[in-house]
């Protein structure tokens, strides 16, 4: 079964810093797409970034950045010039299309990230 | 252990018609949403509760209604279909620092 775990619970970073999330992921399919979502106080789930696994090259969104190494299942968010808009909790996901048609959408338990003035 | 069970998996609607979907989880989560996804976008929130009785709206709700007379169920009313509310819908719930668990989705096509 596919599993998504982010091992990093709470973070913090001082304004105008670099920090990377971690996430891993377990699974046997080939073709999947991963997503890092923002969600703040008000529940939604924002879209950061999504990587289509057969692309080799890593996706970049303005100050959110990837690295996705797919052999080793792992796929960090690197966020660039922090801002105090950034605190928010982030969530790794993982989703594919099974051969019955449907979808598999699985969350990490997430990680709360602060930004710092 | 069923986790989260959306019906149906497809439908295909006229433009006018309602219909509901339904979501069920078995694992006493007090959060339960609704999100749609259109293509190449990401999540979008619908509606949420966070326990039988208590509803909120998120940040698309124009055209659904939800209720939660009960802490497994959460269905989605869709009135008056429209080909804007053709997408992917999830469902899902959660309990605090669990993360969440995502039904299979339901692809609704408007037509």
Redesign the interface.
Same mark, same amino acid.
């Given at each position: 079964a596919q599993t998504?775990t982010q091992s990093q619970p709470e973070m913090s970073v001082q304004e105008a810093e670099t920090v990377t999330l971690s996430c891993t992921y377990d699974t046997s399919e080939n073709n999947y797409y991963l997503?890092w979502?923002k969600q703040p106080p008000? =529940?939604?789930? +924002?879209?950061v970034i =999504?990587q289509e696994a057969y692309k080799q090259q890593n996706a970049t969104e303005n100050r959110f950045s990837v690295n996705f190494q797919k052999a080793a299942k792992s796929f960090s968010l690197k966020i660039s010039d922090s801002q105090l808009g950034d605190t928010a909790m982030y969530?790794c996901a993982f989703m594919n299309f099974?051969t019955s *048609? /449907?979808?598999?959408? +699985?969350? *990490? /338990? *997430?990680t709360r990230l602060k930004v710092l003035a | 252990n069923a986790g989260v069970t959306q019906t149906p998996k497809f439908r295909i609607l006229k433009i006018g018609q309602s219909m509901t979907l339904q979501c069920t989880q078995d694992m006493n989560h007090n959060y339960m949403y609704w999100y749609r996804q259109d293509p190449g976008m990401g999540l979008k929130l619908i509606y949420y509760s966070v326990g039988a009785g208590i509803t909120d709206k998120g940040e698309v709700p124009n055209g659904y209604n939800v209720s939660r007379s009960t802490t497994e169920d959460f269905p989605l009313r869709l009135e008056l279909a429209a080909p804007s509310q053709t997408s992917v819908y999830f469902c899902a719930s959660s309990n605090t620092g669990y993360g969440y668990t995502f039904g299979s989705g339901t692809r609704l096509t408007v037509v």
């Open positions: 998504v997503f979502y008000s =529940r939604q789930m +924002i879209l =999504r969530f099974t *048609g /449907t979808y598999k959408y +699985i969350f *990490g /338990t *997430g | -």
